[in-house]
T-cell receptor, first 112, second 112 residues
Framework: KQEVTQIPAALSVPEGENLVLNCSFTDSAIYNLQWFRQDPGKGLTSLLLIQSSQREQTSGRLNASLDKSSGRSTLYIAASQPGDSATYLCAVDGGSQGNLIFGKGTKLSVKP | KAGVTQTPRYLIKTRGQQVTLSCSPISGHRSVSWYQQTPGQGLQFLFEYFSETQRNKGNFPGRFSGRQFSNSRSEMNVSTLELGDSALYLC???????????FGEGSRLTVL
């Protein structure tokens, strides 16, 4: 059974700092991995999707990497801003239609 | 291009009642998935529909049901509501292929 873990559960950093969020999964047989952002009381915003054949994806100040063999993914946020404050979730797709397995998220707070 | 639209955004019900939630996917998307989000369990998969057919179902009791219409719009229904059904219900649509999911803002259900 696939399990997804995100560490740390919460993180507080000063504005301008570069940071890394971690995601690990137990079964390396994944179709893809997706990173989301969730603001309080809101839905999920897709940030990056990494296919199983890819090693990383970049969008603006965000870079996500994937190492299937070790069951790990990281989300790198450069030059953090207060507007980056949110909960970040990773989810793996094992190829079972529509059924993403989510981690519990990392709650990020960026202080001005 | 309009995103995933969920209605209603907020609703309050009492135990024993039933509720119907609606989801309109992104235009052209034929796959619709439903998730339940609670503080304790996080995000859990309910079911997925594609071309009016349920292709996948999560581990929820039969009180939870859904359907998809020919225009890809989807509804989910929860009968005989319990206090534990209080949650944010999220709908996601996908174009297929890449598997990337796009989420709506959710429907916040409170059961009293």
């Amino acid at each position: 059974k696939q399990e997804v873990t995100q560490i740390p559960a919460a993180l507080s950093v000063p504005e301008g700092e570069n940071l890394v969020l971690n995601c690990s999964f137990t079964d390396s047989a994944i179709y893809n991995l997706q990173w989301f952002r969730q603001d309080p009381g809101k839905g999920l915003t897709s940030l990056l999707l990494i296919q199983s054949s890819q090693r990383e994806q970049t969008s603006g100040r965000l870079n996500a990497s994937l190492d299937k063999s070790s069951g790990r993914s990281t989300l790198y946020i450069a030059a953090s801003q207060p507007g980056d404050s949110a909960t970040y979730l990773c989810a793996v797709d094992g190829g079972s239609q529509g059924n993403l397995i989510f981690g519990k998220g990392t709650k990020l707070s960026v202080k001005p | 291009k309009a995103g995933v639209t969920q209605t209603p955004r907020y609703l309050i019900k009492t135990r024993g009642q039933q509720v119907t939630l609606s989801c309109s996917p992104i235009s052209g998307h034929r796959s619709v998935s439903w998730y339940q989000q609670t503080p304790g369990q996080g995000l859990q998969f309910l079911f997925e529909y594609f071309s009016e057919t349920q292709r996948n179902k999560g581990n929820f009791p039969g009180r939870f049901s859904g359907r998809q219409f020919s225009n890809s719009r989807s509804e989910m229904n929860v009968s005989t509501l319990e206090l534990g059904d209080s949650a944010l219900y999220l709908c996601a649509s996908s174009p297929g292929g890449t598997g990337e999911l796009f989420f709506g803002e959710g429907s916040r259900l409170t059961v009293l």
